[in-house]
């Protein structure tokens, strides 16, 4: 959560023939509802079971595609049968600094649920950051680095990984 997979997937975009599209925004598209709205009024457990539909369906129907996901996606099943899985990485104060020094950081602190209490935040980082290691086939540093630096570190990543 707030780490910039949506600001690296735009500078990517920029440097390759690569175009992304975020789990989170077809969710919203596909309810016409707020992530936030989706887990006040249904529940985490509803978000996750939109999770699982949305990842057959790009396992079936997307490639050459990057594709952000929220921080919970790492759970679906066939998560290595849509592609290669990229975790950007960086401490969780780092993540909290960036999104606090962002311009609209009110704004966006407010859209992600699970940042409502960074206490239990910071434990589900520490949580989840062992899982998120064991899917990933890349792992890429960000802290204090730029997009640009980022897309460049990635892309050599992509093209060695295959």
């Not at 919203?28 to 990842?55: P, Q, V, W």
């Not at 859209?111 to 899982?131: N, T």
Request: proline share 2%; net charge positive; glycine share 6%.
């Amino acid at each position: 959560m707030g780490i910039g997979k949506g600001t690296l997937a735009r500078e990517i975009m920029k440097h390759s023939k690569y175009i992304a599209i975020d789990t989170d925004d077809i969710i919203e598209s596909m309810t016409n509802r707020k992530i936030k709205d989706i887990f006040a009024n249904d529940g985490e457990k509803y978000f996750r079971d939109l999770e699982k539909d949305i990842a057959l369906w790009l396992q079936n129907s997307v490639k050459n595609t990057l594709i952000s996901t929220g921080g919970g996606f790492y759970k679906v099943k066939n998560l290595n049968k849509i592609g290669t899985v990229v975790l950007l990485d960086s401490p969780f104060e780092a993540i909290i600094k960036r999104i606090k020094e962002h311009p609209n950081a009110a704004k966006k602190l407010k859209k992600r649920p699970l940042l409502q209490d960074l206490k239990k935040a910071k434990e589900l980082y520490k949580q989840r950051r062992p899982e998120y290691l064991k899917v990933a086939d890349i792992v890429l540093d960000v802290t204090d680095k730029s997009a640009h630096q980022c897309a460049k570190e990635l892309l050599k990543k992509v093209k060695k990984h295959g």
